[in-house]
């Protein structure tokens, strides 16, 4: 069992920030990789940003340069500070992880998500 839990979604101007976090909780023995997702109504999950074990990292073309994915591996917590906002950000923004539960056993956890509204 693990849990992915998000905070910091709300509304904010455009040209603005918002910090998003993500902190896995429960059985962890190795976490792959942890990143951002978004989703709008009527469109396909989409990656934001990743970040992996190795602490490679990824980002959609349309947030590189603005947004920003960090981690705090002691925690097992994922960060994306977004600066520059724009209102197509908005979107439900979900928490990914890719984790081990035990030495064998591997699943892709995901969090409840959180609102992000870009809007004057």
């Not at 349309?62 to 981690?71: A, D, K, L, Q, W």
């Not at 992880?97 to 591997?106: A, E, M």
């Amino acid at each position: 069992q693990v849990q992915l839990v998000e905070s910091g979604g709300g509304l904010v101007q455009p040209g603005g920030s918002l910090g998003l976090s993500c902190a896995a909780s429960g059985s962890i023995f190795h976490i792959v990789a942890m990143g951002w997702y978004r989703q709008g109504p009527g469109k396909q999950r989409e990656l934001v940003a990743r970040v992996t074990s190795g602490g490679s990292t990824d980002y959609a073309d349309s947030v590189e340069g603005r947004f920003t994915i960090s981690r705090d591996n002691a925690k097992n917590t994922v960060y994306l500070q977004m600066n520059s906002l724009k209102p197509e950000d908005t979107d439900v923004y979900y928490c990914n992880g890719k984790i081990y539960s035990s030495r064998n056993s591997w699943n892709d956890y995901w969090g409840q998500g959180t609102q992000v509204t870009v809007s004057s």
